[in-house]
Nanobody
Framework: QVQLVESGGGLVQAGDSLRLSCAAS????????MGWFRQAPGKEREFVAA????????RYAVSVKDRFTISRDNTKNTLYLQMNSLKPEDTAVYYC????????????????WGQGTQVTVSS
């Protein structure tokens, strides 16, 4: 299995940028599709972005497309989420997750989850 630890969250103003990281340990990182999800208070967890095992294919939620960029460094066992032009509605706990298979966008497809990192965007 793989262990995931997110970092990089914080309190920012609307329009600012943040980069989240997810450090993986355990089994070979490059063997997993990876994704980012988020959950705002009182809301369901939602898909944000996904990346294939090689990093060659990505998927984004409509709400973050053109603002967020998912990437991975398989030599460093690390997943990233670059978030630009942040909005108050991006406020949530952000989770990284690992899935068997090449790429996945549904939460039930993911097998391992991190503990989450809080992102708060003030207006």
């Amino acid at each position: 299995q793989v262990q995931l630890v997110e970092s990089g969250g914080g309190l920012v103003q609307a329009g600012d940028s943040l980069r989240l990281s997810c450090a993986a340990s355990g089994r070979t990182f490059s063997g997993y599709a990876m994704g980012w999800f988020r959950q705002a208070p009182g809301k369901e967890r939602e898909f944000v972005a996904a990346i294939s095992r090689s990093g060659g294919t990505t998927r984004y939620a409509v709400s973050v497309k053109d603002r967020f960029t998912i990437s991975r460094d398989n030599t460093k066992n690390t997943l990233y989420l670059q978030m630009n032009s942040l909005k108050p509605e991006d406020t949530a706990v952000y989770y990284c997750a690992a899935a068997y298979g090449d790429i996945a966008t549904l939460d039930y497809e993911y097998n391992y989850w991190g503990q989450g990192t809080q992102v708060t965007v003030s207006s």
